[in-house]
Nanobody
Framework: QVQLVEAGGGLVQPGGSLRLSCAAS????????MGWHRQAPGKERELVAA???????NYADSVKGRFTISRDNAKNTVSLQMNNLKPEDTAVYYC????????????????WGQGTQVTVSS
């Protein structure tokens, strides 16, 4: 199995910054795309940003220019730098990874972290 553990959430004032990090561990054979989703109360989970092994990135329109996703392939980590945070960014942020294990090296599945709360409020 693959485990994802997030860190870095918290309370920040509007206009502030936070950096989320996520580390993948377990019987990892390979990881393709990694990314972040978020879910606000009463809303569906939505994509925030994603990054491939070649560091090609994809962002939700609402965070373009404010958030930056990055990864370290050697360490199986992904980070999300969030700047100029807005109250509407308040949500639980989930790390995810499309990964295959040594037991099933051709079977890529999407794994999720437990989530970390980000609250933007004055």
């Amino acid at each position: 199995q693959v485990q994802l553990v997030e860190a870095g959430g918290g309370l920040v004032q509007p206009g502030g910054s936070l950096r989320l990090s996520c580390a993948a561990s377990g019987s990892i054979f390979s990881i393709n795309t990694m990314g972040w989703h978020r879910q606000a109360p009463g809303k569906e989970r939505e994509l925030v940003a994603a990054i491939t092994t070649a560091s090609n990135t994809n962002y939700a329109d609402s965070v373009k220019g404010r958030f930056t996703i990055s990864r370290d392939n050697a360490k199986n980590t992904v980070s999300l730098q969030m700047n100029n945070l807005k109250p509407e960014d308040t949500a639980v942020y989930y790390c995810n990874a499309m990964a295959a294990t040594y037991y099933s090296p051709n079977d890529y599945r999407k794994y999720w972290g437990q989530g970390t709360q980000v609250t933007v409020s004055s």
